[in-house]
């Protein structure tokens, strides 16, 4: 039986796409359902660098799960994920992750950046700037 509205999103995994528009735009962190034997995760939006001499343009949506004892952010856009004791470390390891990233691919000339790295770059250059 398919089940309809809300009903559907809590049984579907992939919510309706006005929720996920909603997401997106950093209304708080919110819980993926699990799957039988799956941890459920939970999206944390990261929406500041501070102290860091970097700005976000946009929040950036971080997946939080755990996994055993520790904890996993991932920034699926990217392709970036880090790991973490807390949720609260996953997420700020994964903060330092991406600065580094980003600073990283930015010093290489854009000529010698493969596909996967150039990708990379496009989109943390959509979401991160460097201030002065």
Known sequence: MRRSGAAAFL??????????????????????PST?????AIVVPITTLAPEPFVLLRDV????????????????DANIGTSGDTQQ???????????DIFED???EQP????????RQLAVLRAFIRRTA
Do not use: Q, Y
């Not at 470390?89 to 992750?97: P, R």
């Open 105 to 107: 691919l930015e010093a």
């Open 89 to 99: 470390e996953a997420v700020t390891n994964l903060k330092s992750l991406m600065m």
């Open 61 to 76: 949506p971080a997946v939080v799960h755990s996994v055993g004892d520790s904890f996993v952010a991932r920034f699926f």
């Open 11 to 32: 049984f579907s995994g992939d919510p309706p796409r006005s929720r996920r528009r909603r997401r997106r735009r950093g209304f708080g962190p919110t819980v993926r």
């Open 111 to 118: 000529e010698r950046l493969g596909p996967e790295p150039s």
């Open 36 to 40: 039988a034997g799956e941890p459920a």
